[in-house]
């Protein structure tokens, strides 16, 4: 009788564990080095890069975002003064750095700016959802990155992210992939304007071989696909996200994920970034609507 108690006590404990709300308390560190009077600027231009990674108050997950974020940077003193001698000791710093010495006048300088972050963008009670945004812009035409997720199975001593084939229902990726394509569709449609027509032919052209993206994540009632620039597109489409139901995923995805979903929460910071593009997006459609006329 005791030993089925501290069975049942055991067990509440660790589904606890699991439930707790996590922190999206978020550690964030800036470094500039080689600061320059640029003519025609107000403020010194620099080389820059910004790092930024979770706390979640859970142990084992920060130390797995810890060791992220230090390997996605490539240094392990992630405090303001270590990252500016990082960032100081660069080889593209110092190439960079020669060829600004070498400039004509009137000739504008090159300053590197790079991002490395890390963000707890979401929790179930038994999952959790980083993104990790590798993002610089090394004086091109406009800069470039990529959106990783990353989903973890809370409560667990060891981390392993959980991959698009870990919650697939045996050989249903076609399925997917069709709703996948499906979707980017529909998001030519609405972010990029096109009609249906010209929709599809965009993605025939585009992509001969839709192979679709197991970069995932759970979304309020279903999950989200991301592509990242480029993948499927030109780099004015940006990065296509694609949000699928539970409805539409029902016997594609292993249903005890499709039950997460349904208790996701999103970081509340992300929540009201994203009203505040949408607001923006409407009032830019309704400007255009008005000149139009």
Known sequence: MFAKSLLAVTLFAAIGVQAAPLSYKTQTAHAKTNCTKVSGEKEPRCHELTVAYPQTGDKTLDA???????????????????????????KDVAETNKENRTLRQGEYPCFLDYIRTLELEGQTPQYAVFGME??????????????GFTVLKRGEAKIKPVALKDILLPKQMAKLVALQKAGYVNYLQTDAEYSEKEAREYVAEYNQDFKGTDNWRFAKGGLVFLFQ???????AIGRPEIFLSNRQLNGIIKPEILREAAQYQVNPKIAKQEQEWQAAKEAAKKEQQQQAK
């Open 229 to 235: 620039s480029y993948e499927i597109g030109a780099y």
């Open 134 to 147: 590798e993002w610089e812009y090394t004086c091109g035409a406009h800069g470039n990155g990529n959106h």
């Open 64 to 90: 797995w975002a810890l060791a992220a974020i230090r390997k996605s940077v490539g240094a392990k003193d992630l405090s303001a003064n270590g990252l500016k001698k990082f960032l100081t000791r660069s």
